[in-house]
């Protein structure tokens, strides 16, 4: 049987696990199912909105149980790469646009973050004010449902004036599904700052590799018994091609059955229309 080819299964949240705050029926009981037969879930996001943290709360309030140790988040992945990886200094900041989740994660490891505070008004005649600041070592950029010309022009400036400054993305998704549609993801706003600064950022998150390697390093995967299931082609599929895992598409978010067929497309292993179809095939 399908599940039992497999003993780690990589999960995307949004789209797959839920759709915003609503969670894809039979989902819980699937994830169950698999947790009963031994498997090792594992959930991986793009999101960089929400801390580690607080998904286990997420998950806790539509039902479902995970453990901070389970969940690898682009916010999480941007963290550790800055300190494992670049050995950020100490007396360096991060500018960061996006949400708390971002900041939560780099503050656990001991790295400063300035721009939360960037909530003033500005107008031509004040953005002289607007200088950038010797303790930024990096701009850190992710979804960010404030954003605004003042914290766009404090990235700039920093990128700009700066060239040790560090430019990273959590990740470069152009869309993000939420309730009844899709709308603007973070690679949809990191545009503005790419064409402005003419920088190319390090990103992150999925299908990146930074993210592939933190994941397989941490869990010590092996890949021939390991799926990553998704509902982006470009992203959680892509991710899962590189790391030489299997793939299995569901249609409850981005993709549909069209772009799944689609022989231009990066190509799934396996598609089902939702997740919460295997507790249905496993009964």
């Known amino acids: 049987a399908f599940v039992d080819r497999y003993d780690t299964f990589l999960f995307d949240c949004d789209g797959v696990i839920w759709r915003g705050n609503t969670v894809i029926d039979n989902v819980p009981a699937t994830l169950d199912m698999l947790r009963k037969r031994g498997k090792r879930l594992i959930f991986v996001t793009n999101n960089s909105a929400t801390s580690r943290r607080d998904y286990v709360g997420k998950f806790a309030k539509l039902g479902m149980q995970a453990a901070v140790e389970e969940i ?11 300190r494992d990886v670049v050995g950020f200094a100490s007396d360096k900041k991060a500018y960061v646009i996006g949400g708390s989740g971002i900041r939560n994660e780099l503050e656990d490891v001991g790295i400063a973050t300035v721009g939360q505070d960037d909530t003033a008004a500005i107008s031509l005649a004040t953005l002289g004010d607007v200088e950038p600041s010797a303790d930024v070592g990096a701009v850190v950029f992710g979804i960010d449902y404030d954003i605004s010309y003042r914290k766009l022009a404090n990235a700039h400036v920093n990128l700009t004036q700066n060239p040790d400054c560090l430019f990273i993305a959590t990740n470069d998704d152009r869309t993000l599904p939420g309730g009844k549609h899709v709308y603007p993801g973070t690679g949809a706003l990191l545009t503005t700052l790419i064409h402005s600064t003419q920088r190319t950022p390090l990103v992150m998150g999925k299908p990146n590799t930074p993210m592939l390697d933190c994941v397989m390093q941490k869990f010590h995967l092996d890949p021939a018994r390991s799926c990553m299931v998704g509902d982006r082609l470009d992203t959680d ?47």
């Open 237 to 283: 599929i892509l991710f899962g091609i590189k790391g030489g895992v299997s793939t299995l598409c569901v249609l409850t978010g981005v993709a549909d059955e069209a772009s799944v067929l689609s022989p231009s497309a990066p190509q799934a292993t396996y598609y089902m229309s939702s997740l919460g179809n295997l507790f249905e095939l496993a009964q």
């Open 72 to 82: 690898f988040s682009s916010a999480y992945a941007t963290a550790v790469y800055l």
